[in-house]
């Protein structure tokens, strides 16, 4: 049981360039979550999926884009990055009840 | 909206003091309140959580109380170690369906010195 699983933990990107974080959990939870923490900022929601095939805007949506194929996998898209997306990123998950899971996290630098 | 508010840091304290991180919220209905801890280079650990209104959650050492009629859930605890450096985030959730996700408040860095 790996819970939640972030790829990559690193990356440096260009600005205009795409990319895709992945994230993936073995708890079969319905409800999934990506996050961007920054500086002084806390965490800010960006889009969240409660099952497969259904996606839901958060706090801080533009530019990302996310879907929901399976239960296992929520990836999301960055489709021109720009520097003020530099910010590391968590994806979490939950089950019926209400404590989230947090993977490791993903640190992206746009240039 | 929700919004969730906490003492901003670095709190620095001294070994075996005695801690404490005022957290305030404002939402509607009856939110699911949480603490995470953030250690360093590592993603976010739930420490506490309670989801109605007196609950009281604990873990290691650690102790909140949710307080409806001050909207608090301050975290607390009464002898800190050096292990509990740390950056504590609180939290709250919306209960029932509808929109997921949690507000965070923006989190206090715990420095504590041996």
């Known amino acids: 049981n790996a819970g939640v699983t972030q790829t990559p933990k690193f990356q440096v990107l260009k600005t205009g360039q795409s990319m895709t974080l992945q994230c993936a959990q073995d708890?079969?939870?319905?409800?999934m979550s990506w996050y961007r923490q920054d500086p002084g900022m806390g965490l800010r929601l960006i889009h969240y999926s409660v099952g497969a095939g259904i996606t839901d805007q958060g706090e801080v949506p533009n530019g990302y884009n996310v879907s929901r194929s399976t239960t296992e996998d929520f990836p999301l898209r960055l489709l021109s990055a720009a520097p003020s997306q530099t910010s590391v990123y968590f994806c979490a998950s939950r089950g019926g009840g209400k404590t989230q899971y947090f993977g490791p996290g993903t640190r992206l630098l746009v240039l | 909206g929700d919004s969730v508010t906490q003492m901003e840091g670095p709190v620095t304290l001294s070994e075996e003091a005695f801690l404490t991180i005022n957290c305030t919220y404002t939402a509607t209905g009856y939110p699911s309140l949480f603490w995470y801890v953030q250690y360093p280079g590592e993603g976010l650990q739930l420490l506490l959580k309670a989801t109605k209104a007196d609950d009281k959650g604990s873990n290691k050492g650690f102790e909140a109380t949710y307080r409806k009629e001050t909207t608090s859930f301050h975290l607390e605890k009464g002898s800190v170690q050096v292990s509990d450096s740390a950056v504590y985030f609180c939290a709250l959730s919306h209960s029932g369906g509808g929109a997921d996700g949690l507000t965070f408040g923006k989190g206090t860095h715990l420095i504590i010195q041996p």
């Open positions: 708890m079969n939870h319905e409800y």
